[in-house]
Protein backbone atom coordinates (compact mmCIF):
# COMPACT_ATOMS: atom_id res chain seq x y z
CA UNK A 1 0.00 0.00 0.00
CA UNK A 2 1.14 3.03 -1.13
CA UNK A 3 1.33 6.55 1.03
CA UNK A 4 -1.28 9.13 -0.15
CA UNK A 5 0.85 12.16 -1.58
CA UNK A 6 -0.19 15.49 0.16
CA UNK A 7 -1.00 17.95 -2.42
CA UNK A 8 -1.59 21.17 -0.38
CA UNK A 9 -3.55 24.16 -0.43
CA UNK A 10 -5.28 24.72 -3.85
CA UNK A 11 -5.01 27.11 -6.37
CA UNK A 12 -5.46 30.90 -5.17
CA UNK A 13 -4.65 29.54 -1.17
CA UNK A 14 -2.63 30.54 0.51
CA UNK A 15 0.00 28.03 0.59
CA UNK A 16 1.45 28.56 4.26
CA UNK A 17 -1.90 27.05 5.63
CA UNK A 18 -1.25 24.05 7.41
CA UNK A 19 -3.16 21.67 10.65
CA UNK A 20 -2.75 23.06 13.96
CA UNK A 21 0.12 20.68 16.00
CA UNK A 22 -2.51 19.59 18.36
CA UNK A 23 -5.36 18.30 15.87
CA UNK A 24 -2.31 16.70 13.50
CA UNK A 25 -1.17 14.98 16.76
CA UNK A 26 -4.62 13.95 18.05
CA UNK A 27 -5.58 12.59 14.49
CA UNK A 28 -2.35 10.77 13.83
CA UNK A 29 -2.39 8.95 17.65
CA UNK A 30 -6.70 8.13 16.85
CA UNK A 31 -5.96 6.85 12.83
CA UNK A 32 -2.78 4.52 14.65
CA UNK A 33 -5.30 3.67 16.52
CA UNK A 34 -7.95 2.50 14.19
CA UNK A 35 -4.88 1.02 11.95
CA UNK A 36 -4.49 -1.51 14.96
CA UNK A 37 -8.42 -2.22 14.78
CA UNK A 38 -8.59 -2.47 11.38
CA UNK A 39 -5.93 -5.14 12.10
CA UNK A 40 -8.06 -6.87 14.22
CA UNK A 41 -10.90 -7.13 11.90
CA UNK A 42 -8.22 -8.81 9.41
CA UNK A 43 -7.41 -11.52 11.88
CA UNK A 44 -11.49 -12.05 12.67
CA UNK A 45 -12.04 -12.53 9.22
CA UNK A 46 -9.45 -14.80 8.43
CA UNK A 47 -11.67 -17.37 11.12
CA UNK A 48 -13.91 -19.24 9.19
CA UNK A 49 -16.17 -19.32 12.09
CA UNK A 50 -16.55 -15.18 12.50
CA UNK A 51 -19.99 -14.41 13.44
CA UNK A 52 -21.14 -11.92 10.29
CA UNK A 53 -22.68 -9.69 13.40
CA UNK A 54 -20.13 -9.21 15.01
CA UNK A 55 -17.83 -7.83 12.19
CA UNK A 56 -20.17 -5.28 10.76
CA UNK A 57 -19.86 -4.13 14.43
CA UNK A 58 -16.59 -3.72 14.51
CA UNK A 59 -16.83 -1.71 10.99
CA UNK A 60 -19.53 0.78 12.30
CA UNK A 61 -16.78 1.30 15.19
CA UNK A 62 -14.44 2.08 12.76
CA UNK A 63 -16.51 3.50 10.45
CA UNK A 64 -17.10 5.75 13.89
CA UNK A 65 -13.62 6.60 14.55
CA UNK A 66 -13.09 7.83 11.19
CA UNK A 67 -16.05 9.93 11.08
CA UNK A 68 -14.49 11.63 14.52
CA UNK A 69 -11.06 12.74 13.01
CA UNK A 70 -12.77 13.52 9.93
CA UNK A 71 -14.71 15.92 11.94
CA UNK A 72 -11.98 17.28 14.15
CA UNK A 73 -9.55 17.86 10.70
CA UNK A 74 -13.00 19.31 9.52
CA UNK A 75 -13.49 21.39 12.51
CA UNK A 76 -9.76 23.01 12.63
CA UNK A 77 -9.73 23.68 8.91
CA UNK A 78 -13.18 25.63 9.22
CA UNK A 79 -11.63 27.63 12.83
CA UNK A 80 -8.69 28.64 11.19
CA UNK A 81 -8.68 28.69 8.24
CA UNK A 82 -12.20 29.38 6.66
CA UNK A 83 -13.21 31.64 9.11
CA UNK A 84 -9.74 34.16 8.40
CA UNK A 85 -9.74 33.63 4.37
CA UNK A 86 -11.98 37.19 3.99
CA UNK A 87 -8.90 38.39 6.04
CA UNK A 88 -5.99 36.81 3.49
CA UNK A 89 -8.10 37.81 0.60
CA UNK A 90 -8.70 33.72 -0.31
CA UNK A 91 -12.37 33.61 0.77
CA UNK A 92 -13.45 32.05 -2.88
CA UNK A 93 -10.52 29.58 -3.30
CA UNK A 94 -10.77 27.72 0.68
CA UNK A 95 -14.21 27.99 -0.16
CA UNK A 96 -14.24 25.83 -3.11
CA UNK A 97 -11.60 23.84 -1.89
CA UNK A 98 -13.41 22.50 0.83
CA UNK A 99 -16.91 22.29 -0.84
CA UNK A 100 -14.25 20.20 -3.15
CA UNK A 101 -13.09 18.13 -0.13
CA UNK A 102 -16.84 17.56 1.58
CA UNK A 103 -17.60 15.67 -1.77
CA UNK A 104 -16.06 12.87 0.08
CA UNK A 105 -17.24 13.79 3.41
CA UNK A 106 -19.97 11.47 4.53
Do not use: F, W
Not at 20 to 37: I, N
Not at 82 to 98: C, K, N
Amino acid sequence: MTTPAASGPAAGVNPCLHLDPDTRAAATLRLKSVRGHVDGVVRMLEDEGVYCVDVLKQIKALQGALAGVSNAVLTAHVRDHVATASERGDTDAIVSELMDALKYHA
